[in-house]
C-alpha cells in the first residue's frame, strides 16, 4: 500500500495501485477476495454448483470472518484482490460502499451469537487507483475520495 500527503488537509491518504501485487501471501491472518459478496445470500446464481447440494465456487467473505474470530488471533480479508496478490479493486458507488458496511455490521452484531462488539472488528475501504497518474490527477482522486468516499 502507498501514501500521499495532502498537504491540504495535512493528513496521508493510503490508496492500492491496480494490477500491482501485494507484499505477503494468504496465511492464517491475511484472507484474499476477489470479490465483495459477504454473507451466503449475495452469492450470485452462477457461483452454485449444478447438482452438488448447495455447493459454490466462490466462498462468501463471512466464512473467513469467522474462522478470525474463532481463531483468536484476528486478521485482515483485503476484497478486490486475487489469490496470487494481484490488486484488482472493486468498483462501489457509495452506496454501495455503505451496504458493505451494513452487511458486515449486520451478520456481526444480529448474526453470531453472542454478537461481535463494534470494536472488535473494523471495516477500511481503501482507494484502488491507476499506475501513472500524473500528481494533479492523484491529488484530486485521492481528494475526491476523502471528501465523500469513505
Same mark, same amino acid.
Given at each position: 500500500?502507498?501514501?500521499?500527503?495532502?498537504?491540504?488537509?495535512?493528513?496521508?491518504?493510503?490508496?492500492?495501485?491496480?494490477?500491482?501485487?501485494?507484499?505477503?501471501?494468504?496465511?492464517?491472518?491475511?484472507?484474499? =477476495? #476477489?470479490? +465483495?459478496?459477504?454473507?451466503?445470500?449475495?452469492?450470485?446464481?452462477? %457461483?452454485? &454448483? $449444478?447438482?452438488?447440494?448447495?455447493?459454490?465456487?466462490?466462498?462468501?467473505?463471512?466464512?473467513?470472518?469467522?474462522?478470525?474470530?474463532?481463531?483468536?488471533?484476528?486478521?485482515?480479508?483485503?476484497?478486490?484482490?486475487?489469490?496470487?496478490?494481484?490488486? =484488482? #479493486?472493486? +468498483?462501489?458507488?457509495?452506496?454501495?460502499?455503505?451496504?458493505?458496511? %451494513?452487511? &458486515? $455490521?449486520?451478520?456481526?452484531?444480529?448474526?453470531?451469537?453472542?454478537?461481535?462488539?463494534?470494536?472488535?472488528?473494523?471495516?477500511?475501504?481503501?482507494?484502488?487507483?491507476?499506475?501513472?497518474?500524473?500528481?494533479?490527477?492523484?491529488?484530486?482522486?485521492?481528494?475526491?475520495?476523502?471528501?465523500?468516499?469513505?
Amino acid at each position: 500500500m502507498a501514501e500521499a500527503h495532502d498537504s491540504a488537509v495535512h493528513r496521508k491518504t493510503k490508496f492500492y495501485i491496480k494490477n500491482a501485487v501485494v507484499p505477503f501471501e494468504e496465511d492464517r491472518h491475511h484472507e484474499l =477476495k #476477489g470479490h +465483495r459478496n459477504i454473507c451466503f445470500e449475495e452469492l450470485p446464481d452462477w %457461483a452454485f &454448483i $449444478d447438482g452438488d447440494g448447495g455447493r459454490t465456487s466462490r466462498k462468501p467473505v463471512s466464512r473467513y470472518i469467522n474462522a478470525f474470530l474463532n481463531g483468536g488471533e484476528g486478521g485482515v480479508i483485503y476484497m478486490g484482490i486475487i489469490d496470487d496478490g494481484t490488486i =484488482k #479493486g472493486v +468498483r462501489l458507488t457509495e452506496y454501495q460502499a455503505d451496504h458493505i458496511r %451494513a452487511s &458486515i $455490521d449486520d451478520l456481526l452484531q444480529t448474526r453470531y451469537q453472542p454478537p461481535v462488539e463494534e470494536y472488535r472488528y473494523k471495516v477500511k475501504l481503501v482507494p484502488v487507483i491507476q499506475q501513472g497518474l500524473e500528481p494533479e490527477e492523484l491529488h484530486a482522486v485521492l481528494q475526491s475520495y476523502s471528501n465523500g468516499n469513505k
